[in-house]
């Protein structure tokens, strides 16, 4: 199975900082990674697949880069509805798909 | 809007069963695969099992195989979770999630753009 783990676990951050979370593959998964976004007792919900595409409806300050084992998501201008935890997930070599453990960014 | 509701989960003994339900509405849902994914109390998110749109092949995470059935009835926008012989891990929010395909030149591969509520399942004696 791929692994895939995130860092840092955890960010502070301020309303109007740039945020960027790391997530790496165990092996190369191409550009086949989709980044979530989760607030407390609510669903996750989709903001970038194949690594770099924004879904619709998801503002422009986030963006996602990298393909291989090393990718990124950042989000410039932290917005107060943005603390949450996020999560990167696998889609190149499944079953199964994998997620990251999170990452947290709060103020 | 796409809207997916889950429903079912409850509190069971070990080794009791549960079956959960997915219903979905506002697309064609019989042209799209489907997936479940869960999430212990305060952890992250693991993918659980998945289904093809006509059914036709079925996949699962090895700690669920030969104890979760996952099915769907396209007649009735459903999709569905046979949970059988449950453990105390198998304690979670249980969501269902439509899976969406992107394809570049050389081949595809899926992501889950639209989640549930989801439907907490409680092992416990």
């Known amino acids: 199975d791929v692994q895939m783990t995130q860092s840092p676990s955890s960010v502070s951050a301020s309303v109007g900082d740039r945020v960027t979370i790391t997530c790496r593959a165990s092996q190369g998964i191409v550009n086949w990674l989709a980044w979530y976004q989760q607030k407390p007792g609510k669903a996750p919900k989709l903001l970038i697949f194949a690594a770099s595409y924004l879904q619709s409806g998801v503002p422009s300050r986030f963006s996602g880069s990298g393909s291989g084992t090393d990718f990124t998501l950042t989000i410039s201008n932290l917005q107060p509805e943005d603390f949450a935890t996020y999560y990167c997930q696998q889609a190149n070599s499944f079953p199964p798909f994998t997620f990251g453990p999170g990452t947290k960014v709060d103020i | 809007e796409v809207q997916l509701v889950e429903s079912g989960g409850g509190l069971v003994q070990p080794g009791g069963s549960l079956r959960l339900s997915c219903a979905a509405s506002?697309?064609?849902?019989?042209?799209?695969?489907m997936t479940w994914v869960r999430q212990a109390p305060g952890k992250g998110l693991e993918w659980v099992a998945n289904i093809k749109h006509d059914g036709s092949e079925k996949y699962y995470v090895d700690s669920v195989k030969g104890r979760f059935t996952i099915s769907r009835d396209n007649a009735k926008n459903s999709l569905y979770l046979q949970m059988n012989n449950l453990r105390i891990e198998d304690t979670a929010v249980y969501y269902c999630?439509?899976?969406?395909?992107?394809?570049?030149?050389?081949?595809?591969?899926?992501?889950?753009?639209?989640w549930g509520q989801g439907t907490l399942v409680t092992v416990s004696s």
């Open positions: 999630a439509r899976e969406r395909e992107y394809c570049s030149s050389i081949s595809c591969s899926p992501f889950f753009d639209y």
């Open positions: 506002a697309f064609t849902f019989s042209s799209f695969s």
